[in-house]
Each structure stands twice: as structure tokens, then as C-alpha cells.
């Protein structure tokens, strides 16, 4: 691979790009661009990892060090083989750690990694120079065809044929004579990249622009810098409590957040049959299900202990025994465990402990589903905590789809529908990744994870040690009361939905979260 030339670039990215070039085996291609953006204090430094992965290295860090400059890196893997950004990621990871001028930095800007994924990465030089790199699929997702399409950039994403590159390399094992064989590999790479800056260039102008606050009593004029959103969950977060929130949250004790969290799971998703259906069959879906359930009273203010609940109160979570009516066998069942980390819907033989939403046992009585033995729990107050936010949310959505801006009606899509997830946020016992290149750093000190039963894995390269641990991550701002009362609300709906089908004489065959398959 080559590069083309330097010189509109600073000397320390030119040494950054110098020393990459050193490990571009496997890596197809590393590609400058020039580009006039003059964005102070924030400038961009976007990589784009084909079609998976993409980065943007965001800004100045402790120095006048700045550039204006796009650069692309990807690597085609054969079928069946790891993602693109595993890969280039570990790679890249793995010969900085090798390199004797750029070092990871592990005291002031620690690597944050979420699920597998690194989404935040930064590295630093003995002359104070730092680049920082970000996951912007955390934050963008969906391809980067229709994200150009929906933002309108001047540049449009181009085309190749991958599956021809995939059967090369799967031939060659190599990326030898790739470039000679698919001549139009260099540019089609160039302009991913520079599609990809354009992007998140136009959606760090429209967050700012409606994220933007006056000053009022002791609260300063601003703006949401897009730099300290990690994903989209986050920027949503940070919009909800610029300009949405009026203090009726209470943030939970470790003690009532486990209680809590038991009754805390995702959507509904099942296959009522299994097999081949040689009939017509109907596909609906709810329109934005679990936003449109943001609208409706949800747990606020402080949460009351209560020893024994003697009827079910609203807004509640009640840990219950529960055992199926006759007649609720005869339909769905509402209620779900978790097995080996998986929900499933049995029916209750036996009386079967549950944390539950009020809600949910609100529904199981009324159509004679369950029996219930109510035992402790927590009350709440009821209050329109996200009404506001996902009105006028969709407001400004459907105004920006009437007046043809897809950016502006894809940047509030992305914040509606990251704008519940954030409560459920799990801050305790999380896997994460320390990793340490302290030269006084006693190795003995991971015997104190150890001993906790936290430590998961060890292992050390170079100078770097790396522990793989649950560790918690200090974040306070969530109830998962919120979310676990939204998704509670949003099963209720899907299931309500397959016993009025059912009631009709009619089968549903299959349910994902928002949507069900019926004959």
C-alpha cells in the first residue's frame, strides 16, 4: 500500500501515518485526504473500517496540535471470518502497544470498551500530542450508503464489488495484486472516508444546533458537544437533561437497584412454530412501540419500601409468588424467567417467585391469567417523566421529514429511540478491560480482583499489562425503575396484541419485540 503525499499535513501526523505503514499487512489501503474545515476547537480525524467499523478521532488534547485531514484504513476478510473491526482494531491495538513513540494512553484518558467494542481509544507521544479515537457506528448506526443519502453530502458513497474482493482474497490468501486487479479500489476507498467526515461533520453542527440552551438563574449558556457522547444512548441522555428534565428522579441505592433490576428484561421475541406455513401470512409491526410507551405516566420521585403489599399499587415493583389459572392456559403466557441469560415464557405449574411491574400483574388478574401472592416491594409516584421530550421529539422529527431535511429527522429518530435504553444502565459488576502501562505498576495488585472473584482474565504484552474484570463504572444519572417500567409496558402491548388475535380464532406464529406474524 502507498500514500500519497504529506505535505499538507502536520509532522506529527505525518509520523502517526509513517508508523502505521509499518504493520499495513492485511490492511488494504491507507488513504490521505486534504480537506478545508476549519472547526475550532474541534477538528475531525476520521478512519472508516469498510463497512462495519468506523472511527473519528476527535480534536486537540493538552497542545496546538491540530489538522484538517481524512484517513481511510480497511480490511476485506474472507466469508465466515471476524467482523472487520475486531480485527483491525486488535491489529492496530496490539502494534501501537509495539511501538516505541506512540503509547496508549491508560492514567488520564482510559480505552472504554462496551460489549467487545472499543469505543473509545487514546493515544499520546513525549511531545505532548494526543489523538483520540471514537466508534461512530456506536453512534450512527446503519450503512454508510443511506447515512450519505439521509445527510446529503456533496460526496455520494461509491460502488465495488466486495463479493468479488472476498472470493480474490479467499483464492490469493493474500492482498497481493488486489489494487491491480480492482483499479478502482484507491478512490472508492478515499470517498468512503470523506463521505463518512462529511457525515459527522454535518451531525456534530445539528446537535449543537439543537441542543443549544440560554443561560438562565445559575445555569450557563451551551451546547452538547457531540466529543462527549460515546453512543447514541449517551447524546440522548445528555439532550433529555439539558432541556427536558425537572428533577422528579430519584437515583436508586444499590439495594433498591437489585431489587429492582429483577424485574428488568428486553422485548418479546419467540417462534410459536417451527416450521414450513404454506399459506398467506401477515407481518405487522407497532410504529415506534417503546417510544410511544415513553408517553405514559412512569415511576418518579422517592421509592417507598413497603414490607407486604396488601393490594397491587400503581407504579410498584412487587416481588410475588405466581402460579397459572386454569384459564391462562389457554393463552400466551405473560410472565418470563431468565435461563442462562435468555427469557422464556413457561407456563407456572407450581408458585414461582417473580419481581414484577405493577402493570404486568394488573393484566395477569383482569383477564384471569395468574394467581398471586403479593409479598415485598417498592412504590413510586407516577409522573409524565419523557412525555415531553418524545412529543416534541416526533414533532420535530415529522417537521423535518414535511420540510425534506433527512438529516435533521435522522439525527431525532436516533434520539427517540435512544432516549429510554439509557435507565437500565447496569453500573455495577460490568466486563471491562484495564489496561496498564505504568512502569511502577506491582503485577501482585491484580490479586486484589482476584480475591473479589473479579478478575476474569490476565495477560500482559510489551509493557502493557491487560486484566479483563467486573469493575463498576462510576455513573449515577439512571433509574432502571424508568426502563424496567417501559419495557414492562411495551410487552404488555405485544402480548395483549397475540391474545386479541388468538381470541379471533386466528394463530400467531412468531413476535420480535414489536412485531408479530399471523395468519
Not at 479467499?170 to 488486489?178: A, E, F, P, V
Not at 437533561?241 to 437515583?251: E, M
Request: glycine share 6%; net charge neutral.
Amino acid at each position: 500500500p502507498k500514500i500519497t503525499a504529506f505535505k499538507s499535513l502536520s509532522s506529527v501526523l505525518r509520523a502517526f501515518l509513517s508508523f502505521l505503514l509499518t504493520f499495513c499487512s492485511g490492511i488494504l489501503a491507507i488513504l490521505e485526504i486534504t480537506l478545508s474545515i476549519s472547526l475550532e476547537p474541534i477538528n475531525f480525524f476520521c478512519l472508516d473500517f469498510g463497512r462495519i467499523f468506523s472511527f473519528e478521532n476527535i480534536g486537540k488534547y493538552s497542545s496546538k496540535f491540530s489538522f484538517d485531514a481524512s484517513i481511510e484504513f480497511s480490511r476485506w476478510l474472507a466469508p465466515g471470518s471476524l467482523g472487520d473491526h475486531e480485527i483491525a482494531l486488535a491489529n492496530i491495538q496490539k502494534k501501537i502497544m509495539e511501538s516505541k513513540i506512540w503509547k496508549i494512553d491508560t492514567q488520564i484518558n482510559d480505552m472504554i470498551e462496551l460489549d467487545g467494542r472499543i469505543l473509545k481509544l487514546c493515544i499520546y507521544n513525549d511531545e505532548g500530542h494526543c489523538i483520540h479515537f471514537r466508534d461512530s457506528v456506536a453512534m450512527l448506526s446503519g450503512s454508510l450508503d443511506k447515512l450519505c443519502k439521509s445527510f446529503k453530502i456533496s460526496n455520494q458513497k461509491g460502488k465495488e464489488d466486495h463479493e468479488a474482493i472476498e472470493k480474490f482474497l479467499n483464492n490469493h490468501y493474500s492482498i497481493d495484486g488486489l489494487k491491480n486487479a480492482f483499479p478502482t479500489l484507491d478512490e472508492y476507498l478515499k470517498l468512503d472516508c470523506k463521505c463518512l467526515l462529511e457525515i459527522v461533520l454535518k451531525f456534530n453542527d445539528i446537535v449543537h444546533e439543537i441542543s443549544s440552551v440560554d443561560a438562565y438563574g445559575s445555569s450557563k449558556k451551551g451546547s452538547i458537544r457531540l466529543v462527549d457522547c460515546l453512543t447514541a444512548a449517551s447524546l440522548s441522555k445528555n439532550l433529555f437533561y439539558q432541556k427536558y428534565y425537572y428533577g422528579n428522579v430519584y437515583f436508586l441505592t444499590d439495594e433498591q437497584d437489585e431489587f429492582i433490576r429483577d424485574s428488568y428484561g428486553g422485548g418479546r421475541t419467540e417462534a410459536f412454530h417451527i416450521g414450513k406455513v404454506e399459506k398467506k401470512l401477515w407481518y405487522y409491526d407497532f410504529t415506534s412501540l417503546y417510544p410511544s410507551v415513553c408517553v405514559n405516566k412512569l415511576p418518579v420521585g422517592k421509592p417507598e419500601y413497603v414490607p407486604k403489599f396488601n393490594r397491587v399499587s400503581d407504579y410498584s415493583f412487587i416481588k410475588c409468588m405466581v402460579r397459572s389459572t386454569e384459564n391462562g392456559y389457554n393463552h400466551k403466557p405473560l410472565h418470563y424467567i431468565k435461563k442462562e441469560g435468555k427469557m422464556i415464557f413457561p407456563y407456572f405449574d407450581t408458585w414461582t417467585e417473580l419481581t414484577l411491574y405493577s402493570e404486568e400483574i394488573k393484566y395477569g388478574l383482569k383477564h384471569n391469567l395468574y394467581e398471586y401472592q403479593l409479598l415485598d416491594g417498592y412504590k413510586f409516584q407516577g409522573g409524565y417523566l419523557l412525555k415531553e421530550f418524545m412529543k416534541s421529539g416526533f414533532q420535530k422529527k415529522a417537521t423535518a421529514k414535511q420540510n425534506g431535511d433527512k438529516a435533521l429527522a435522522q439525527t431525532w429518530k436516533i434520539i427517540i429511540n435512544s432516549g429510554y435504553g439509557f435507565w437500565g444502565l447496569k453500573s455495577k459488576n460490568r466486563d471491562s478491560v484495564k489496561l496498564i502501562n505504568d512502569p511502577d505498576f506491582n503485577p501482585s495488585r491484580s490479586y486484589q480482583y482476584n480475591e473479589q472473584d473479579k478478575l476474569v482474565n490476565e495477560s500482559y504484552y510489551k509493557d502493557y499489562t491487560m486484566l479483563r474484570v467486573k469493575a463498576d463504572i462510576p455513573v449515577k444519572d439512571f433509574n432502571v425503575s424508568v426502563c424496567a417500567a417501559i419495557s414492562s409496558l411495551s410487552r404488555i402491548k405485544i402480548t395483549e396484541l397475540i391474545h386479541d388475535i388468538e381470541r379471533k380464532g386466528d394463530k400467531v406464529y412468531y413476535c420480535d419485540t414489536d412485531s408479530i406474524i399471523t395468519s
